[in-house]
Nanobody, 116 residues
Framework: QVQLVESGGGLVQAGGSLRLSCAAS????????MGWYRQAPGKARELVAS???????TYADSVRGRFTISRDNAKNTVYLQMNSLKPEDTAVYYC??????????WGQGTQVTVSW
């Protein structure tokens, strides 16, 4: 079973940037759609960005124009560049397949905290 390990989170001031990484222990090339999710306290997990093998990307309205998702299939890694961060971006961030039948076990996530 492929395992996912997210990293790169931290505490940043509003307007700052962070780059998250999601490293898979095995090949994720066969998973066409990989996504970054986030879960804020008391809220449901939400998909914020997706990327497909061909490079097509999609974003939630709340992050479009500020976040950029990318993937390196050779390194089995998915990235999320987050710019112009806002306090409402505070959450635990996870990566996984966007297709439920292909979803792997959730990793531990990485905490992102944005302060004023």
């Amino acid at each position: 079973q492929v395992q996912l390990v997210e990293s790169g989170g931290g505490l940043v001031q509003a307007g700052g940037s962070l780059r998250l990484s999601c490293a898979a222990s095995g090949s994720i090339f066969i998973i066409n759609g990989m996504g970054w999710y986030r879960q804020a306290p008391g809220k449901a997990r939400e998909l914020v960005a997706s990327i497909f093998r061909g490079g097509t990307t999609t974003y939630a309205d709340s992050v479009r124009g500020r976040f950029t998702i990318s993937r390196d299939n050779a390194k089995n890694t998915v990235y999320l560049q987050m710019n112009s961060l806002k306090p409402e971006d505070t959450a635990v961030y996870y990566c996984n397949s966007i297709y439920a039948p292909l979803r792997l076990d959730w990793g531990q996530g990485t905490q992102v905290t944005v302060s004023w």
